[in-house]
């Protein structure tokens, strides 16, 4: 079975300063990864994902997240973060060719201190 | 495009009362999901359906109810409420295939007394 961990549920960091949000999973096969991001209020939608290729990808509003096989992992970064950038982010995982469910870490809530 | 739209935005419910969560997409999608959020629990999946007239069951599927008659509509259903059904509820849709994004609404926030 597949398995998402986000290592950190609130991270504080200060704007315009970097941040990388970080994204574990478990999985015994090949997978996809995604991160989608959650403004107050609203629906989740999608920062960016990895299906194959460049290990480094890029999304909106400036982040980025690279894939690293050995170590299982997605973190995902920002170099300069905004105080619009304040919102809940979510690492999910799913299986490679199988037509069903996407796992989700339980989400990492970004604030932006001023 | 509207996208996916869930109705309503808000709803109070007594213990033991009945209710539809309205969901909705316009892109053709044949995947459609429902999701809970719970503070700190992340995103759950309740119930899903690959296509009209096929549903299963998630992580968290009791006392909810689904059926897809459409591939717009996908509603789901409270058969007897209680306070621990207390969440915002998030309907999602994607096209096919476990890399293509999803598309979620904008949620339902339910309060059951």
Not at chain 1, 86 to 97: G, P, Q
Request: aromatic letters at 12%; a neutral charge; charged letters at 15%.
């Amino acid at each position: 079975a597949q398995s998402v961990t986000q290592l950190d549920s609130q991270v504080p960091v200060f704007e315009e300063a970097p941040v990388e949000l970080r994204c574990n999973y478990s999985s015994s096969v090949s997978v996809y990864l995604f991160w989608y991001v959650q403004y107050p209020n609203q629906g989740l939608q999608l920062l960016l994902k990895y299906l194959s290729g460049s290990t480094l990808v890029k999304g909106i509003n400036g982040f980025e997240a690279e894939f690293n096989k050995s170590q299982t992992s997605f973190h995902l970064r920002k170099p300069s973060v905004h105080i619009s950038d304040t919102a809940e982010y979510f690492c999910a995982v799913s299986v490679l060719n199988r037509d069903d469910k996407i796992i989700f870490g339980k989400g990492t809530r970004l604030h932006i201190l001023p | 495009n509207a996208g996916v739209t869930q109705t309503p935005k808000f709803q109070v419910l007594k213990t033991g009362q009945s209710m539809t969560l309205q969901c909705a997409q316009d892109m053709n999608h044949e995947y459609m999901s429902w999701y809970r959020q719970d503070p700190g629990m992340g995103l759950r999946l309740i119930h899903y359906s690959v296509g009209a007239g096929i549903t299963d069951q998630g992580e968290v599927p009791n006392g909810y109810n689904v059926s897809r008659s459409t591939t717009e509509d996908f509603p789901l259903r409270l058969l007897s409420a209680a306070p621990s059904q207390t969440s915002v509820y998030f309907c999602a849709s994607t096209t096919s295939g476990s890399g293509d994004t999803q598309y979620f609404g904008p949620g339902t926030r339910l309060t059951v007394l």
